[in-house]
């Protein structure tokens, strides 16, 4: 096991009742588990994400911390958290990086996978198939 090692997890789902599809407003909420697999305690300092509709629109978000926390996390420890983001398009993607600083002054970014942000079987009004 290496000493500085974190695992990140992420759920994404469609949010239909913050949705306006005739509008080409799409939400979409994700949850987070950001797990410290590695041997030495870190700090969840920063992120960066960056957000890609099917349309080919492009954001960047970058900022201290995530939903206003810069979690300690020790080794085996986890955090969880949920947030979002809207698109203009039914799909996209998004993945990222967070930074992170060890006790011992060790500093990395951890990549976050590329996910999926998916509401194609959105029908007009925000509802959905099943």
């Keep these: 096991m290496s000493a500085y090692n974190v695992q990140i997890d992420v759920v994404p789902q469609y949010v239909p009742d913050q949705s306006k599809p005739l509008q080409e407003v799409f939400a979409f909420a994700y949850t ?9 305690p870190v700090q969840l300092i920063a ?6 509709d099917e349309r080919g629109h492009s954001e960047e978000v970058k900022g201290l911390g995530v ?4 979690p300690l996390l ?42 999926v942000l998916d ?6 009004g925000g ?4």
């Design 32 to 40: 987070v588990t950001v797990t410290n697999s590695g041997r030495v």
């Design 47 to 52: 992120r960066h994400w960056v957000i890609q």
């Design 67 to 70: 939903v206003g926390q810069q």
């Design 74 to 115: 020790r080794p085996g420890e986890s955090f969880q958290y949920t947030s979002g983001c809207r698109l203009r398009a039914a799909s996209g993607t998004m993945h990222g990086s967070y930074f992170f600083v060890a006790e011992d002054g060790h500093r990395f970014d951890a990549p976050i996978h590329t996910f």
């Design 119 to 124: 509401a194609s079987n959105a029908l007009p």
């Design 127 to 130: 509802r959905t198939l099943h």
